[in-house]
């Protein structure tokens, strides 16, 4: 285990601002990292390095400790469910996760809901009471109900744009969604004091009000 802390930066829409974030942390990332293509990117004079990953492989990385700790969507850890320790709530790249369908939606016997998140909306339904078959899918999730392959979807929302354009409507909010700190079990430990500082430094610049539960909670 080298000293320096790997950290799995989602690449996409979360970066801008999980890189922003850590900037008014005085983390002084250097600014030609925001465009690099390079995946592995050291950073000795910050005791770090960068591992840029997909989103949705970043609790893979940090579960596996490959990545000590990483950055992602509250929802893609509920969706892949791995064993690491969720450090802070960084409330940054909000949207929620919602429940869509047509205006003139009903429910019938047979319900077919599509989505990118398999797992969460099958217990969310479960818990609702509702049978439906729940259909993967990994991107343009709206559409599935445009062009008849399933009756509703269960997908991320921000400004609603892609809703208006599509003639959706929102029925219900399942979740409200930002992105997490989250941390190698073993690496929380060997590399406690890194991790705590850049947590207490973190928690001076998150927008709104932080939820720490460190040490604790599997994802
Ligand atoms: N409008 C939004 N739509 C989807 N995800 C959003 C949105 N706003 C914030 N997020 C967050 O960003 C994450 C997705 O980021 P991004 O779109 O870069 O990854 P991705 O879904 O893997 O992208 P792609 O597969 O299109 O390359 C989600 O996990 C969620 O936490
Ligand atoms: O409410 P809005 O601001 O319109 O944002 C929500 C849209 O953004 C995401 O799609 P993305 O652009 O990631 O494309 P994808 O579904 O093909 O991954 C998400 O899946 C919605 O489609």
Redesign the pocket.
Known sequence: MTDRLKVAM??????KQASKLLREAGVPIPPDVDDTRKLVIPLPELGMEFIMA???DVPTYVEYGAADIGI?????LLEESKDVYELLDLEI???RMSVIGLPDWQPGIHQRVAT?YPRVASQYFREQGQQVEVIKL??SIELAPLIGLADRIV?????GQ?LRENGLIEQTRILD???RLIANRVSYRMKNTAIQELCDRLQHVIPGKAVQQQGGSRA
């Not at 989602?10 to 970066?15: A, D, E, M, N, V």
């Not at 992602?72 to 893609?76: E, I, L, R, S």
């Open positions: 989602p690449k996409g829409r979360i970066y997909k989103p949705v992602v969507g509250k929802d893609v790249a909000r949207c990118k990994n991107g997908d991320m929302v921000e400004t892609t969604i930002t992105s």
